[in-house]
C-alpha cells in the first residue's frame, strides 16, 4: 500500500466517528429534494462533501494530529496529496450515492432523468467540488481549520449558490461547454495540489 493510500485510510478513520452525521446529513438532503431529483447531487457535492473532505483537517486541528503526522514514516508530500485524495473519493461517493438516489426519486416522481441529464448533473456537481476544494485546502494549511471554518467552507458555497439564483442559466444552453469542467476542474485542483504542497514545505501557519 503506498503512502497516499495509507493518508486516505487514515482520513477514513479520522471521520468515521462522526459517520451517522453524516448519513443524517444525507438523509435529509433526500428530504429536502425529494420532488427535485435533477438538483439533489449539486446539493449534496456543494454541501456535504466539501464539509466531509474537510473535517480531518478540523479533528486534526484539535487533536494534534500534526505531531502524529511528523513521527509516521510518511513524506510531508504524502500527507497533502492523501487529502486530496480523500477529497475525490469522498466526491466519488456522494456523487454515485445521489446519483443512484436522484434516479429512484426521478422514477417515483415521473421527471425525466436519463443519461444526458446525468451527464449534466455530474460536470455541474464535479465544478462545485473542484472549485470549493481548490479554494479550501490551501487556506486550511495557511490559516487552520479550527480559525476558517466558517468562510472557507460556507463563502465559496454562498458564491455559487448566489450566481446560481442570481443568473437563471439554462442548462441545455450550456451542455456543450459542460464537458470542459471536467479538464478545467482538474487543472484547477492541481494548481491547489501545487500551492498547498508549497505551503506546507515552508511550514506556513498563520
Same mark, same amino acid.
Given at each position: 500500500?503506498?503512502?497516499?493510500?495509507?493518508?486516505?485510510?487514515?482520513?477514513?478513520?479520522?471521520?468515521?466517528?462522526?459517520?451517522?452525521?453524516?448519513?443524517?446529513?444525507?438523509?435529509?438532503?433526500?428530504?429536502?429534494?425529494?420532488?427535485?431529483?435533477?438538483?439533489?447531487?449539486?446539493?449534496?457535492?456543494?454541501?456535504?462533501? +466539501?464539509?466531509?473532505?474537510?473535517? +480531518?483537517?478540523?479533528?486534526?486541528?484539535?487533536?494534534?494530529?500534526?505531531?502524529?503526522?511528523?513521527?509516521?514514516?510518511?513524506?510531508?508530500? !504524502?500527507?497533502?496529496?492523501?487529502?486530496?485524495? @480523500? =477529497?475525490?473519493?469522498?466526491?466519488?461517493?456522494?456523487?454515485?450515492?445521489?446519483? =443512484?438516489?436522484?434516479?429512484?426519486?426521478?422514477?417515483?416522481?415521473?421527471?425525466?432523468?436519463?443519461?444526458? $441529464?446525468?451527464?449534466?448533473?455530474?460536470? $455541474? !456537481? @464535479?465544478?462545485?467540488?473542484?472549485?470549493?476544494?481548490?479554494?479550501?485546502?490551501?487556506?486550511? $494549511?495557511?490559516?487552520?481549520?479550527?480559525?476558517?471554518?466558517?468562510?472557507?467552507?460556507?463563502? +465559496?458555497?454562498?458564491?455559487?449558490?448566489?450566481?446560481?439564483?442570481?443568473?437563471?442559466?439554462?442548462?441545455?444552453?450550456? !451542455?456543450? @461547454?459542460?464537458?470542459?469542467?471536467w479538464p478545467a476542474g482538474l487543472a484547477?485542483?492541481?494548481?491547489?495540489?501545487?500551492?498547498?504542497?508549497?505551503?506546507?514545505?515552508?511550514?506556513?501557519?498563520?
Amino acid at each position: 500500500m503506498t503512502a497516499v493510500a495509507r493518508m486516505v485510510l487514515l482520513d477514513l478513520r479520522t471521520v468515521s466517528p462522526y459517520r451517522r452525521q453524516g448519513f443524517f446529513m444525507f438523509g435529509l438532503y433526500l428530504v429536502l429534494f425529494a420532488t427535485r431529483p435533477t438538483v439533489l447531487v449539486p446539493a449534496l457535492v456543494l454541501v456535504l462533501t +466539501p464539509m466531509v473532505a474537510a473535517y +480531518p483537517f478540523n479533528v486534526g486541528d484539535k487533536a494534534g494530529l500534526s505531531t502524529l503526522y511528523a513521527v509516521l514514516p510518511v513524506p510531508r508530500r !504524502a500527507v497533502v496529496l492523501g487529502h486530496y485524495a @480523500w =477529497a475525490l473519493a469522498t466526491f466519488v461517493a456522494t456523487a454515485g450515492l445521489g446519483t =443512484a438516489a436522484a434516479l429512484i426519486m426521478a422514477r417515483a416522481e415521473h421527471v425525466p432523468y436519463g443519461p444526458h $441529464i446525468v451527464w449534466l448533473v455530474l460536470s $455541474i !456537481a @464535479w465544478g462545485f467540488f473542484a472549485v470549493t476544494v481548490a479554494l479550501q485546502f490551501p487556506l486550511f $494549511i495557511r490559516v487552520g481549520y479550527t480559525r476558517l471554518s466558517l468562510m472557507a467552507t460556507t463563502l +465559496p458555497m454562498a458564491l455559487v449558490m448566489g450566481a446560481l439564483f442570481k443568473f437563471h442559466v439554462d442548462l441545455d444552453s450550456l !451542455a456543450r @461547454w459542460l464537458p470542459l469542467l471536467w479538464p478545467a476542474g482538474l487543472a484547477l485542483l492541481t494548481a491547489s495540489v501545487a500551492v498547498t504542497l508549497l505551503l506546507e514545505r515552508r511550514g506556513v501557519r498563520g
